[in-house]
């Protein structure tokens, strides 16, 4: 077998999985289920993986690791985007992955049970990667005089739990796909509007502004 071959089979049975953990759960989900909705052969399953529990973990450390480079570092060199904008990117970017990969989120979100601690612990690094993302941010800003002084903490922590439960929401309903940029106006304008100096109208200018950015980049 050639290797475009095999990337094709491992590929299907990827997406066989994804689907059925999602619909079903770890613990609800077998190899037969998995290899029969790839329309492939069990016996062609462990040429690449050893069990179900090595497909789950493969497929979940891929997605964290996309997570995890999706968050970019808060610039403040000549001619970087305000910390609010950067703020913003990273948002989006996040909400762009959990959105097109809506299978993985549901499982990361609504099947917890299944995740050894290994994995919980990524999960778990990765929001303390984007509260401390946020508390960078925000610490930029109060220097700027752009947000009131304020425990940066706690108000990156609250976003995150924001983002959080809209992330819940999203991946647990059937509704359509709302807007990013729209979703990622709205989280900032609702979560920073209380802690800014400048008006709430200022603030929806500058994310707005940066949206208008985003889409003339893509």
Known sequence: ???????????????????????????????????????????????????????????????????????????????????????????????????????????????????????????EDFYSQAAGMIQRSLTLGVAMNLVRPCDTKIVSYSIIGAVKEVIFQLTASKDVRPSTPDLVTQLLEFAMGGILVQSQNSLARSVRTGQTRIRLQS
């Not at 095999?6 to 590929?11: L, Q």
């Not at 299907?12 to 052969?41: C, M, P, W």
């Open 1 to 123: 077998m050639n290797i475009q071959a095999r990337d094709i089979r491992k590929h299907r049975l990827v997406d066989s999985a994804k689907l059925a953990f999602a619909q079903r759960g770890y613990h609800e989900t077998s190899i037969s289920e998995i290899v029969r909705q790839a329309g492939i052969a069990r016996s062609t399953f462990y040429q690449y993986f050893d069990s179900k529990l090595h497909l789950f973990e493969s497929i979940l450390e891929s997605f964290l690791q996309d997570l995890h480079e999706s968050i970019k570092p808060i610039s403040i060199t000549a001619g970087s985007a305000p910390p609010l904008i950067q703020i913003q990117d990273n948002l989006t970017r996040v909400l762009n992955l959990v959105l097109d990969e809506r299978d993985l989120t549901q499982i990361l979100m609504h099947n917890t049970g299944a995740l050894d601690r290994t994995m919980v612990g990524r999960l």
